[in-house]
Every structure is written in structure tokens, then in C-alpha cells.
């Protein structure tokens, strides 16, 4: 992605604005493909690990983001986000630092295979009630404060140069939806946050000024499996 914040990636050179100003890039990456075969709504939940194909692309986006001057990469505690993180780290020389703030969002289908009949059992119907806070998990307002305050952390440690954060995808687009103004709820099948996705954002200071999105593992995705399920953004 170079020259995508329209400067010159001069790695090793913090980047200012005339007044002094920092510039900072940092990169929020997604997990890639979990080993899942039962397609459990897995959440929080220990030991889902990245499967074959959730590895390569984690390779295909540690090297999309091979060329950045990247000084911090930080993580999701759990495994599938660690696991994705590892190999951007290393391209860099550099540990892999976790960060509870950027992990899954809760949800009380945790464990669950997600189907029609699931999503018909009366015992689940009150999680229904409100889907703008949602009632079903963590209410968006405290995803986005949580992402929030772990971006701002990453943004200082880097100040000038750029960081990695690795996260999950609700965790993400709740986060891109805040800082770009938007309201926070929405269809989780119109999240532009793929697998082993990159929404960057670009900050003047404190200020974030730009969002940025690429998908350097897209040529992986047509056989990849999804949850979550994903789409393209296409209402506000």
C-alpha cells in the first residue's frame, strides 16, 4: 500500500506535518480463516486456531504490509488473531504484544451452530428484542469505546511511523462505523471487514483523518468459510 496516506514511505524517518505535527499510520488488520469445520459461532471461545488457508492468508497480508514502517504489532488474545499476527511481526523483527481491548465481541450464541433452527428456538427469542444495541451481545457503544482506546494507545506508542492492531471483524467495522461518523448498527452481512482484511487509518496527531480499506488475501477468499459471512457496504 505505498503512497496510499500520500506520503512517501521513508521507513526509519518519523513523518510530520510542517508544524511538527505527527503522521501515523496504523494498519487494523483481521483475522484469516479459522479451522471450523462445524461452523460454531466460536466468539470467544478457546482453541479455534487459523486453518491451513487462515495461515496463507496471514502470509499474504504480512507481506502487503511488508514495505510499512512498522514499529508495534499488537494483538487480540486469542489465537486466531495472534496466530495471524505473527508472521506481519516477524516481517519486522518484532514481538508480538496483546491487547484485551481488541478481542471478539461477546455474544450469547457463543458455542452455538448458527441455523434456521437455532434461530427459531424460543429460548433465543429475547436476544431479539433490541438489534441496535444489540441485546444478543456487547452493546456496539462499548465495542467502539474499547477499539477506541486501543487505537489511541497504538497511535502514541507509534507516533510518526505505523502499527499493526489485530483484531476481530465486529470489533473492526464497529470501530471504522465510529470514526467515520456513522451510526453504529447495521446488517453483519453488509461489513466490509474481510478475512485477513486491512482498514488502515491515517492520523494527524490525534486526529484521525482518513480510513482506508485493501484486501491483500482477496484471492483467497472464494474458498474460504466465514461465519460472520461478509459483503461489501451497501446502505448507511
Keep these: 500500500m505505498p503512497g496510499a496516506d500520500g506520503l512517501p514511505p521513508e521507513e526509519g524517518t518519523p513523518r510530520a506535518l510542517?508544524?511538527?505535527?505527527p503522521v501515523t499510520l496504523v494498519h487494523v488488520v483481521r483475522h484469516g480463516e479459522v479451522h471450523n469445520p462445524q461452523r460454531v459461532l466460536y466468539g470467544r471461545l478457546p482453541g479455534?486456531?487459523?486453518s491451513d488457508l487462515g495461515q496463507e492468508m496471514a502470509r499474504a497480508t504480512a507481506e502487503h504490509l511488508a514495505g510499512r514502517d512498522v514499529t508495534h504489532v499488537v494483538s487480540s488474545p486469542l489465537e486466531r488473531?495472534?496466530?495471524t499476527a505473527a508472521p506481519i511481526a516477524a516481517a519486522h523483527g518484532l514481538e508480538v504484544a496483546t491487547d484485551p481491548l481488541l478481542i471478539e465481541?461477546?455474544?450469547v450464541f457463543e458455542g452455538e451452530t448458527i441455523d434456521r433452527r437455532m434461530l427459531a428456538d424460543p429460548r433465543h427469542w429475547g436476544?431479539?428484542?433490541n438489534p441496535f444495541r444489540p441485546s444478543w451481545g456487547e452493546p456496539y457503544v462499548d465495542i467502539a469505546d474499547r477499539m477506541r482506546r486501543a487505537l489511541d494507545a497504538v497511535r502514541e506508542q507509534a507516533a510518526g511511523r505505523e502499527a499493526v492492531m489485530v483484531s476481530h471483524q465486529l470489533p473492526i467495522w464497529t470501530l471504522r462505523r465510529a470514526l467515520e461518523?456513522?451510526?453504529l448498527w447495521h446488517h453483519p452481512r453488509r461489513r466490509e471487514c474481510s478475512l485477513a482484511s486491512v482498514t488502515t487509518v491515517l492520523f494527524h496527531g490525534p486526529l484521525p483523518v482518513r480510513v482506508m480499506y485493501a484486501e491483500p488475501a482477496a484471492h483467497l477468499l472464494a474458498g474460504a468459510v466465514d461465519v460472520t459471512g461478509e459483503a461489501s457496504e451497501v446502505a448507511p
Design 105 to 107: 465481541s461477546g455474544n
Design 181 to 183: 461518523g456513522r451510526r
Design 48 to 50: 479455534y486456531h487459523l
Design 127 to 129: 436476544a431479539y428484542v
Design 18 to 21: 510542517y508544524d511538527g505535527t
Design 81 to 83: 488473531a495472534r496466530e
